[in-house]
């Protein structure tokens, strides 16, 4: 057999090649001393290319670049988020699982369902807009975001009592009231 | 949902699926916690793959992609080959800028474009296989970098690179013998 290429030694070392050709090369290194020192030098390249990398030493003053470009720091917004409303609606929500109320456990009814799947529907939206690169400001980003994550604490612990009350008429329409507050922070992302 | 956490091969930091969770749901806190455990792997790649001094440029373009782009990641164990994804889709932009730039300012061979702008670094193997590696085309690159530095399966580069299992075979192949003839041309072993 001629001396195989380096691909096919290459091959070889990782089992790629067929078991006939596999044999006639594994024959030809036993007797050949260049063929073997092409091996120990592929193996070499492998295992070197393979051994961890010391740490990176930018990592911490890229961060810094990464958080300033994505908003992340602490940011003062002037936006006037009207967070009392959103204390109120985690507060009635808290209320209404300290009322006595019959435990129906009955689940939700397709229309509180479908109040849910509408809210739910729109939290992915603002979401989603909000995070759009550098079409939104990061300081009205992270105030949106924020926001709409202190309504989903408020709607979550409103779905947990509409499971014990279904079809209390209230309760819903804090639900409604959550979601068009949700469709105030689209329209500050989509200005 | 699990709580346990996740290590990259390569980092002593870990990082669990709820800091993912977090991060999609737009905490920059958990989104740095991410950085931190998966930076050192990044950078490597990029600085494999690109050869070139912008690659810490590069690794904040990846994970300014990633925090624009979590939203659409669904499923958070499968982050670290999410991520993966989107540093080989960045490089590969980037360094196709790159060559379209300096074919315009000064036309040069493939192998003088692959082989410009490698930052000086410590003498020994692992720095002239880093300085032949930026020498290789850019396919047998791509698929030496991913398979025998990072550790992906040929499937997995497949998949990352949008060609078959049987070219990223022959790619490593053809690179692992390109790079023996570099390094051997060069007397380094």
Redesign the interface.
């Known amino acids: 057999m001629t001396h195989p290429r380096d691909e096919t030694i290459s091959a070889w070392l990782e089992g790629d090649l067929p078991s006939s050709e596999r044999r006639d090369v594994t024959e030809h290194l036993e007797g050949c001393a260049r063929c073997r020192e092409a091996v120990e030098i592929l193996d070499s390249i492998r295992s070197t290319a393979g051994e961890a990398s010391p740490p990176w030493p930018g990592k911490q003053a890229s961060w810094d670049e990464i958080a300033d470009r994505i908003g992340a720091g602490t940011v003062e917004t002037s936006v006037p988020w009207r967070r009392w409303p959103l204390i109120g609606l985690a507060a009635a929500a808290i209320l209404a699982t300290i009322l006595l109320v019959p435990d129906t456990r009955g689940g939700l009814d397709p229309a509180t369902e479908a109040l849910l799947r509408a809210d739910r529907r729109v939290a992915e939206d603002v979401i989603r807009l909000a995070s759009r690169g550098s079409d939104v400001d990061p300081g009205v980003r992270s105030a949106v975001l924020d926001a709409n994550r202190e309504i989903d604490r408020g709607v979550d612990s409103l779905a947990a009592v509409l499971e014990r009350r279904p079809n209390d008429p209230d309760l819903a329409e804090l639900v409604r009231w959550a979601t068009s507050h949700r469709i105030d922070l689209l329209k500050e992302v989509t200005r | 949902m699990s709580q346990q956490a996740e290590t990259d091969p390569?980092?002593d930091v870990a990082y669990s699926e709820a800091d993912v969770r977090s991060a999609i749901?737009?905490d920059?806190e958990a989104?740095?916690r991410l950085?931190?455990a998966t930076?050192?792997r990044i950078?490597?790649l990029a600085r494999w793959m690109l050869g070139t001094a912008d690659v810490?440029d590069a690794?904040?373009d990846v994970?300014?992609r990633a925090?624009?782009r979590?939203?659409d990641l669904r499923d958070p164990a499968a982050f670290s080959g999410w991520l993966r994804q989107v540093a080989v889709t960045v490089v590969l932009r980037r360094r196709q800028g790159v060559a379209r730039r300096q074919e315009r300012e000064a036309p040069m061979s493939a192998a003088a474009v692959a082989g410009s702008g490698v930052a000086p670094t410590p003498v020994g193997?692992?720095l002239d296989?880093e300085r032949a590696?930026a020498r290789l085309p850019a396919g047998a690159r791509d698929v030496?970098v991913l398979y025998?530095?990072e550790?992906h399966r040929h499937h997995e580069i497949a998949g990352l690179l949008d060609i078959s299992p049987h070219t990223s075979?022959?790619q490593?192949?053809?690179a692992?013998?390109l790079?023996?003839?570099i390094?051997?041309e060069s007397e380094a072993?």
Do not use: C, I, T
């Open positions: 390569d980092v749901a737009r920059p989104f740095r950085y931190v930076a050192d950078h490597r810490d690794v904040q994970y300014v925090w624009d979590l939203p193997l692992r296989l590696v030496f025998d530095v550790g075979r022959s490593l192949h053809r692992r013998a790079l023996k003839e390094l051997m072993l």
